[in-house]
DNA sequence: AAGCTACCTTACGTTTACGTCAATCAAAAA
DNA sequence: TTTTTGATTGACGTAAACGTAAGGTAGCTT
């Protein structure tokens, strides 16, 4: 095995980061990479968490929310109790994520009858030469 | 025509907002009560502002991207130009909603198969009493 | 040995969206 | 009239999520 590790550099190209940001994730322990003397060796484990993490913050979670949400994608399957625990995070964060899209679906509809409004006026009125 | 204006007071009841709040975004230009010697008073149009402003950043909008919003949402009729200029503001949005929402609902499906994955060693294993 | 590259730590700076005093003022209540 | 209530304007503080020097090290290459 060669255990497939990668340094900083290779994970901020590979997922489009800042070696600062690596190092604080790690700093705010949502990744954990292993150490070769001072440098950081990313294993398989710590691209799965970043990429959770990107995606997490793409809707808004902040980083101690989705610390909680990797611990719940870690959960010891022997631990019972942290399970049900850890489903009641899930259940909020669920919650919260469904509300936010039918809010975020209702916003789209307000915007798209706005859109609307708009080209109908454009149209009435072809006044002014307006491209595309 | 009473002309139903609210002072701070009333809004931050009816919209669970603090008074400094409304005067940042008086301050941001996202609102502007009329004054009445140094007291602020909330018109309708700020009411319905405060709503849509409260909601954008519900979804991760930022106080400037509202803002941009807010001006769409208040097009002069007879600006045609600048109707075209901001129908380019809103399709930047609605495509960014659009996206963010799909992006959200995979999240959800994702969050939902971890939830299954979770009842169902909960149900396996019914070791522990776990109250709901 | 010199230089380059990629990494490291420490630590202060930045932006957003307000919170939190502090001092002041005016109208309403006691 | 004094007190309370609710408002005002500064102005500094804060948390999140990094950015950005500044200076140090370790390993190659030439």
Redesign the pocket.
């Known amino acids: 095995m060669t255990a497939m590790t990668f ?4 994970m ?1 190209a590979e997922f489009g ?9 790690e700093y ?1 322990e949502l990744l954990a ?1 292993i ?1 070769e ?4 060796l990313f294993t398989q484990r710590d691209c799965a968490r970043l990429k959770l ?1 990107l995606r997490g ?1 793409r809707f808004g ?6 610390k909680d949400l990797l611990d719940l994608y870690e959960v010891d399957p022997t631990m019972l109790t942290q399970i049900a625990a850890t489903m009641e995070v899930a259940r909020r964060h669920h919650a919260e994520m469904i509300s936010r899209r039918d809010e975020l679906n209702a916003a789209i509809a307000d915007l798209e009858g706005y859109m609307a409004e708009g080209k109908r006026i454009l149209a009435a009125r072809p006044k002014t030469e307006a491209a595309a």
Not at 7 to 10: A, L, Q, S, Y
């Open positions: 340094t900083i550099g290779e901020c980061v800042t070696p600062r940001t690596l190092r604080f994730y705010k990479p150490r003397g001072q440098k950081r993490i913050k979670f902040t980083l101690d929310e989705i």
